[in-house]
């Protein structure tokens, strides 16, 4: 794990074509640091200069944080000797709100908790809010739900792909990226209606099925993403100053992962297997053919490498969902949990009772508590929901995956350049609508 | 023209025999319980004051003298294994009489299994639990963050200050059911509070040492960053 | 500010045979021209909106075409302060501090719900709207505004900056409140006027 050299095959523009066309490809061997050994080294005598550390603070108003995370550093010249994150600047009081509302009224905060995944987390939050109600969706729905999720985490990965080249020093592949993004953001405005804060379930079901034609629009899109993906593939993977930029630094051991509670892309590509869609499978995903990146080194290019693979398996599971999805009802048929359609709560006197019922009041949950993960694009995300019999959950708990990533990361900086301090945050992917809550 | 990098192996690509699958039909209560619940018990005698399974779910709650205890074995005996350390946080019921509840979700990855361990603390003590921090590294933001927003003491963790409320935070501890939800103070008072924070207020040294030497600190010092106040400029 | 009356725009057309390179106009359009088309925003992005923002910005809806190419990160070299984002109390020193360290003439739009009344959190921890502590020129709807929307905006802004008058220096003087004027209300009173709509009664939704 990071112990020895490593050879990467990069490509630069000055090493001409080989016998196809192709650019040619020379082998870049670098040691544990993460610097390219046939260029020579800093002196490692540099001058002892005499003096206190440095304080530097990044934050909370900084491009490269991501939102507004505040980075206290104590600098050795360039060398970071302490990393004091400070968090809380985007605190809102999520937590506090959802003990004041009725589940579904809550599914419009999931959205903007960790909304570069808006949808993603209302397919969570409705699984765990099922637990708590105890029962189990239609079919049709689960399929609609795994579609949901994987474009959810496409658009995520693309955002973090766009802002991560722009921390490195790359500004195409953020076009490109937001570009495929868009696509994303009008297949969801076609289906629930908003672009980034889709509150698309509801507890037992979705807010609205697919309108006619949309899983042609999915088609098109699972044909024509591959080629972006491609694209930015062949420019970014053996690109040698990428590579050169990013290998060796922010190293995490699989022991050191999981001890401190690293989970998703961050954890496998430490090399820790870990994926909740196979280990605590949810919403049948233990049916779909799909494979779980995972790193060698732990360190930012792996991190960057198992993010791009799970782009190309998001594509494979969504073509396999668009073939599986089945007809049927969306909703599950249960009256004390589902609002009644709203053409006859507007002209029948029984299902306006009902509705108003259901709205005012709320479905209410049995006694109990349910703690529900799913694989979120940053790691394990879970809800945790106590019922104490009302309807308003007694407390509503998030597990934020980019909260627990964020805290190894002066495990991660010290000892590197100030410099590596920006790639190695921008690989944690994190948010801060999330982090902060 | 997918260009496979030789760095990243993939693993486990279909389902087999063993592989779990989506859990269907969970009865509200009874239901297999997981088999550390019975063996924390068999291996303390009286460490667990009882056990129950919920929506498919081991919940174990132990006494509050023996949670490092308890925890440190759970980590570290080899029939065991809970290396994951998911989640911390608390519960409060609305009714007032009930105690707090601090709640440890454990996973354990190689047995694939999911355990609950809480703890209650009764109202009229002090709110304090050890922390977990020397087993899971993990556990220090979350900590923090019980600590701040319940007001929850976790022993022994090195560095116990508010995390997302600022250290002059005079309402409280948001998440306590007798915190309104905008707050004890006015509007105006709240906001006129938090614009005479310093956004450029520095750490001191001495400060960014702590971690390191908490311990080692004089008594009053650490009674002073324990009420959070700063060290200052 | 919007009470002023927009100027006339006329331009003296000459003679190209006799008269070459001039152009006569009015010293304020001119000055707002160039101003309102080389804005240069910063961005202080802090939740969903800076990803519409961002999204803005980005090849299909390309900010620039409206002379907003440089995003300007640092408060001293920038116009316009797009709030895009939800501030909490923790955040509200910060936001005044960027404010009060960019450089006059500077305007401010506040993108979105949140920032603009604190939109759905109505809780301990959120500013109920940034113009309690910055003034705020132009006010986008939405949750989180669409880019539309946003653009719409800025044009708005862009209107706002054509109909200023230079001799007019109300514009860039900078306000705070003074306790020995006759206009200033305390705190205390403000609580006591916006009790029945503002903070400490009605907080009975927690029973449930």
């Known amino acids: 794990m990071g112990s020895g050299n490593r050879t990467i095959e990069v490509e630069l523009s000055t090493t001409g074509m080989d016998s196809q066309g192709r650019p040619q490809r020379i082998p870049l061997v670098t040691n544990d640091g993460g610097s390219p050994l046939d260029i020579a080294a800093p002196l490692s005598a540099e001058p002892e200069l005499s003096g206190d550390h440095m304080l530097i603070n990044i934050g909370p108003q ?32 999520f937590e506090k709100i959802g003990e004041y509302r009725q589940y579904n ?10 909304y570069l995944n808006s949808i993603g987390n209302n397919v969570a939050f409705a699984l765990g809010a099922e637990r708590l109600f105890g029962i189990d969706i239609t079919p049709r729905c689960t399929v609609l739900r795994v579609i949901a999720a994987e474009l959810s985490r496409m658009a995520s990965h693309l955002v973090w792909l766009g802002t991560f080249c722009i921390d490195i020093g790359a500004f195409t592949p953020f076009l490109w990226a937001f570009q495929e ?52 593939d062949r420019m970014l993977t053996r690109n040698a100053i990428w590579v050169g930029r990013i290998t060796g630094i922010g190293v995490m051991t ?27 499978p949810y919403l049948d995903y233990e049916t779909y053919d799909f494979d779980v990146p995972v790193g060698t080194n732990g360190d930012v290019y792996d991190r960057f490498l198992v993010r791009m693979e799970e782009l190309r398996q998001s594509v494979k599971i969504l073509t396999q969902a668009a073939e599986r999805l089945p007809d049927g009802p969306v909703n599950i048929d249960d009256p004390r949990i589902i609002l009644p359609p709203k053409s006859k709560a507007t002209s029948e006197m029984e299902s306006m009772i009902h509705h108003f019922k259901q709205v005012m009041e709320g479905p209410r949950p049995p006694i109990g508590e349910a703690y ?66 | 023209m997918t260009d496979k990098t030789q760095i990243v192996t993939t693993g486990r690509a279909l389902a087999n025999a063993l592989t779990p699958v989506t859990p269907r039909n969970i009865a509200h209560r009874g239901g297999e319980p997981n088999p550390s619940a019975a063996a924390i018990g068999e291996h303390f005698l009286g460490y667990v004051v009882r056990s129950e399974v919920i929506w498919g779910e081991t919940t174990v709650y132990v006494t509050r003298a023996s949670v490092f205890e308890v925890m440190q074995w759970l980590h570290d005996d ?5 290396d994951f350390l998911s989640d911390i946080t608390a519960v409060e019921s609305r009714d007032f009489e009930q105690p707090i509840e601090v709640v440890w979700h454990l996973r354990s990855l190689p047995f694939r299994r999911f355990l609950r361990v809480k703890v209650q603390l009764e109202k009229n003590a002090p709110l304090e639990v050890s922390s977990v921090w020397s087993i899971w590294k993990s556990a220090d933001w979350m900590e923090r963050e019980c600590y701040d927003m319940f007001g929850i003491r976790f022993k022994g963790h090195p560095d116990l200050r508010r995390i997302l409320m600022w250290e002059q935070y005079k309402e409280g501890f948001p998440l306590r059911k007798d915190f309104p939800l905008r707050g004890r103070f006015s509007r105006a008072e709240q906001l006129r509070q938090a614009l005479a924070q310093n956004p450029e207020a520095k750490y001191s040294m001495e400060e960014l040492s702590i971690a390191d030497a908490f311990e080692d600190l004089p008594s009053e010092m650490r009674q002073r960053l324990r009420k959070g106040e700063r060290t200052g400029e | 500010m919007g009470l002023t009356p927009r100027p006339e725009t006329r331009t003296v057309s000459y003679e190209p045979q006799n008269q070459e390179g001039w152009v006569a106009t009015r010293l304020d359009f001119l000055v707002n021209w160039g101003r309102a088309n080389s804005l240069w925003p910063m961005p202080f992005g802090t939740a969903c909106c800076a990803i519409e923002f961002m999204a803005t910005a980005a090849s299909r809806f390309d900010l620039a075409r409206f002379g907003m190419e440089r995003m300007s990160f640092s408060p001293r070299q920038a116009d316009v302060l797009i709030c895009a984002g939800r501030v909490p109390f923790k955040l509200a020193p910060i936001i005044r501090r960027i404010w009060q360290q960019m450089p006059q003439p500077k305007w401010s739009i506040s ?57 007019d220096n109300r514009l860039r003087e900078e306000m ?15 609580d006591e006027l916006g009790e029945p709509f503002g903070n400490s009664v009605h907080q009975t939704r927690s029973a449930p």
């Open chain 1, 372 to 437: 529900v993960a799913v694989e979120s694009p940053k790691g394990e995300k879970g809800y945790y929901m106590v019922s104490d019999g009302t309807s308003k959950p007694a407390r509503w708990r998030i597990r934020p995956p980019s909260f627990i990533n964020l805290a190894a990361i002066p495990k991660m900086v010290e000892g590197h350049l100030l410099s590596d301090v920006i790639a190695i945050n921008a690989s944690i992917d994190i948010v801060m609508g999330e982090i902060d809550r």
């Open chain 1, 254 to 280: 699989a022991e050191e992962a999981i001890n401190w509670g690293l989970s998703g892309p961050m954890l496998r590509a430490s090399g820790v297997d870990y994926d909740v869609r196979k280990d605590f």
């Open chain 3, 176 to 190: 705070y409140p003074d306790p020995t004027s006759q206009l200033y209300i305390p705190p205390s009173v403000i």
């Open chain 1, 105 to 114: 009224q809550i599914i419009p905060w999931t959205d903007r908790e960790d």
């Open chain 1, 62 to 93: 900084h491009p490269a944080t991501h939102g507004v995370l505040r980075l206290v550093l104590e600098l050795d010249g360039e060398t970071v000797v302490r990393c004091i994150p400070h968090v809380g600047y985007l605190h809102c009081g």
């Open chain 1, 181 to 232: 993004r868009e696509n994303i953001y009008n297949l969801l405005e076609s289906w629930v209606g908003a672009r980034l804060t889709t509150s698309a379930t509801r507890v037992g079901g979705m807010a609205a099925d697919i309108p006619s034609g949309w899983m042609d629009g999915l088609r098109q899109f699972i044909r024509n993403f591959p080629q972006t993906l491609d694209e930015i």
């Open chain 3, 111 to 167: 993108m979105g719900a949140c920032a603009s009344t604190g939109g759905m959190f109505d809780n301990y921890a959120v500013v109920q709207g940034i113009d309690t502590i910055i003034p705020v020129d132009v006010y986008v709807p939405g949750c989180p505004p669409r880019p539309e929307g946003l653009i719409y905006g800025i044009r708005m802004l862009q209107e706002k900056v054509m109909s200023e008058r230079r001799v």
């Open chain 2, 78 to 82: 080899p029939t065991q294994q809970y």
